[in-house]
């Protein structure tokens, strides 16, 4: 199946874009608080749940921060770390435990997908099979990066949090190069959590139509019924953390859904496409008797005898349907009656000639 294009691609069996149901993306990022077999736990939950694709954060604390980098206030109320550098390094996973949870998600029936904070992480998930990579929106402006991501020729989602639209235009344009993946923008709003009065879900519209690629919502609010509403709005891929227990600490479950919580968001996102429907104009199968029944038909407006020649003032409309339409009715006009018709009778083709 080839269904890529700039508003549809594919990862792994499922295509992902406009007609295509949401994407729905179970954020596991560093909630398995370096916990291997946490790690696996959520990885069932997220197919549980129903979750398209699980997805984790690959990162080396040394790579990624230098050893003085504060934390944010988010992070500062959750964690005990002073620094970033601190924090991060409890958090790591080895390559060695991220080809083991690919291998389990594989087996869960769910996508494994995964953020790549380097270039030797992105290319580390290359190496692992993965069929997609996500972006941070951290790194919308990483060109060391971006051009990595550029050369691995997968699908790639990028998050767009704390961005202006000429920093988005610049790292679009990366993936306007021969080779380039298809791309998916992601709207997002980088503040843990985000208020649902933030969530500015209008911007999903925006991305599609300004680069003309699939978007989508990365969702930080509480809300059970965001992702409906994200639906609603033309998200097609919808990224939401998923956690097994809120009150632990570490910098991301306060703002996650716990299992259950998680397949209830994502019903509600598969409620609101069912609400949406397809989009085409045409009468729905419920609509058939109204259709007939409250539609009207050309009537004879009295009694039209053999060898009449129809005038306006003979036909009138009245209801059912399934006679000739009123769209019809100049059409009649001036035609000779070949068989008695009586008044408040449906005119037939066959009775005129």
């Avoid at 959590?193 to 978007?215: H, Y």
Wanted: aromatic share 6%.
């Amino acid at each position: 199946m080839d269904c890529t294009s700039s508003r549809s691609f594919e990862i792994g069996p499922a295509v992902v874009g406009e007609s295509w149901p949401v994407y729905v993306v179970a954020e596991v990022g560093v909630n398995h608080d370096g916990e291997p077999g946490l790690a696996h736990e959520l990885i069932h939950a997220a197919a549980d749940a129903q979750a398209d694709a699980v997805k984790f954060q690959v990162f080396s604390a040394e790579r990624l921060v230098t050893c003085s980098a504060p934390t944010a206030a988010y992070q500062q109320q959750a964690v005990r770390a002073a620094t970033q550098y601190q924090m991060l390094s409890q958090l790591e996973l080895t390559h060695d435990v991220f080809g083991d949870l690919c291998r389990y998600a594989g087996q869960c029936g769910v996508e494994f997908l995964a953020t790549p904070f380097s270039v030797a992480d992105l290319r580390f998930l290359v190496s692992l099979g993965v069929r997609a990579i996500k972006l941070a929106s951290t790194d919308i402006i990483n060109a060391p990066l971006l051009e990595a991501a550029v050369e691995s020729s997968l699908p790639v989602i990028a998050s767009t949090g704390a961005a202006d639209l000429a920093e988005v235009a610049g790292a679009v344009a990366y993936f306007n190069r021969p080779g380039a993946g298809p791309l998916a923008l992601l709207h997002c709003v980088s503040s843990y959590p985000t208020r649902e009065w933030e969530a500015n879900l209008a911007a999903i519209g925006t991305l599609a139509r300004t680069f003309d690629c699939v978007s989508g919502f990365s969702d930080h609010t509480e809300s059970l019924t965001m992702g409906g509403y994200a639906a609603a709005a033309g998200a097609r891929i919808i990224e939401k953390h998923l956690t097994l227990d809120r009150t632990r600490r570490g910098p991301d479950h306060a703002f996650s859904l716990e299992p259950d919580a998680m397949a209830e968001y994502i019903r509600g996102i598969r409620y609101a496409e069912r609400l949406l429907g397809d989009g085409a104009i045409a009468p729905g199968e419920s609509e058939h008797e109204v259709r007939r029944l409250a539609r009207g038909s050309v009537v004879a407006a009295r009694h039209i005898h053999v060898g009449e020649t129809l005038t306006e003032s003979m036909l009138t409309v009245k209801r059912p349907g399934g006679g000739i339409a009123p769209s019809e009715l100049a059409s009649l006009i001036g035609r000779q009656a070949r068989t008695e018709i009586a008044a408040d009778t449906p005119i037939a083709w066959e009775a005129v000639s």
